[in-house]
Nanobody, 112 residues
């Protein structure tokens, strides 16, 4: 049984930082691409960042230079470091293992 459990979402002021974590179980973590998506109210879910098993990363243009995806294969965990947060980053953030598995999401709210 595959489980993806996100944590780290919070209310933060504009310009602040957060670090999201996603702990995975039930998969061979080290060989899988891992990704973060987000969905804001009234909008479609969108890719934020992804990282392949060999470390290749891909970012949405809106987060390049501000967000960093990383992974710890020994701990079966993927991270999303988010800096210089903006109100438009407000969304539920989901961990994703292509093509099937989603986490339950963690809320990030950027507001003063």
């Amino acid at each position: 049984q595959v489980q993806l459990v996100e944590s780290g979402g919070a209310l933060v002021q504009p310009g602040g930082s957060l670090r999201l974590s996603c702990a995975a179980s039930g998969i061979i973590f080290s060989i899988n691409t891992m990704a973060w998506y987000r969905q804001a109210p009234g909008k479609q879910r969108e890719l934020v960042a992804s990282m392949t098993s060999n470390g290749y990363t891909n970012y949405a243009d809106s987060v390049k230079g501000r967000f960093t995806i990383s992974r710890d294969n020994a701990k079966n965990t993927v991270f999303l470091q988010m800096n210089s947060l903006k109100p438009e980053d407000t969304a539920v953030y989901y961990c994703y293992v292509p093509v099937t598995y989603w986490g339950q999401g963690t809320q990030v709210t950027v507001s003063s």
